[in-house]
T-cell receptor, first 115, second 112 residues
Framework: GAVVSQHPSRVICKSGTSVKIECRSL??????MFWYRQFPKQSLMLMAT?????????EQGVEKDKFLINHASLTLSTLTVTSAHPEDSSFYIC???????????FGSGTRLTVV | SQQGEEDPQALSIQEGENATMNCSYK?????LQWYRQNSGRGLVHLIL?????REKHSGRLRVTLDTSKKSSSLLITASRAADTASYFC????????????FGGGTRLMVKP
């Protein structure tokens, strides 16, 4: 089946640095990628939607200059957390719709800890 | 923002028992999907039920959808310890583009 490979799975960074998270679609083309954030014991909250070759669409309250999204190819979307702060520590997950309308494929998630 | 609520928030049962989780949503939908998430991992798609369907089965999973009540239920029969995970419902609707809107999730613990 369709697989979305997400890396890194865990990252610890210092405040003020930037972290890039990659999601690659394997064996299928992802024209759209959704980026979510999940705090402990909470549900997934959509941050932004990236579309290949165009600007990402951000949800209300999500700073586009802080969470940079790039979707330069049909198989790769990246989320860069810039100037990270401890409150950005969270679990970030990407997902892409499966063809044929049979649900979505999720990456395995990235646990970001900002110290 | 979240589309709906899941009930219960947490459920603890013995192996072999059935587990029922409920999901309510607010707007009209194209379909409703159930996902499973093991702790600290990504989500795994379990089952999708379309708005014109009322019930769907997949192995030990049974999903119902009542669009008049804007609610869905997920039943896991003959539960196993390996079913321990968080379960989320998510809706897809025309007025939300192609994106999924998630419920709050149910944390299921199956004791051996």
């Amino acid at each position: 089946g369709a697989v979305v490979s997400q890396h890194p799975s865990r990252v610890i960074c210092k405040s003020g640095t930037s972290v890039k998270i990659e999601c690659r679609s394997l064996d299928f083309q992802a024209t759209t990628m959704f980026w979510y954030r999940q705090f402990p014991k909470q549900s997934l909250m959509l941050m932004a939607t990236s579309n290949e070759g165009s600007k990402a669409t951000y949800e209300q309250g999500v700073e586009k200059d802080k969470f940079l999204i790039n979707h330069a190819s049909l198989t790769l979307s990246t989320l860069t957390v810039t100037s990270a702060h401890p409150e950005d520590s969270s679990f970030y997950i990407c997902s892409a719709p499966q063809t044929g309308g049979y649900g979505y494929t999720f990456g395995s998630g990235t646990r970001l800890t900002v110290v | 923002s979240q589309q709906g609520e899941e009930d219960p928030q947490a459920l603890s049962i013995q192996e072999g028992e059935n587990a029922t989780m409920n999901c309510s949503y607010k707007t009209s939908i194209n379909n409703l999907q159930w996902y499973r998430q093991n702790s600290g991992r990504g989500l795994v798609h379990l089952i999708l039920i379309r708005s014109n369907e009322r019930e769907k089965h997949s192995g030990r999973l049974r999903v119902t959808l009542d669009t008049s009540k804007k609610s869905s239920s997920l039943l896991i029969t003959a539960s196993r310890a390996a079913d321990t995970a968080s379960y989320f419902c998510a809706t897809e609707s025309n007025n939300a583009g192609n994106m999924l809107t998630f419920g709050g999730g149910t944390r299921l613990m199956v004791k051996p």
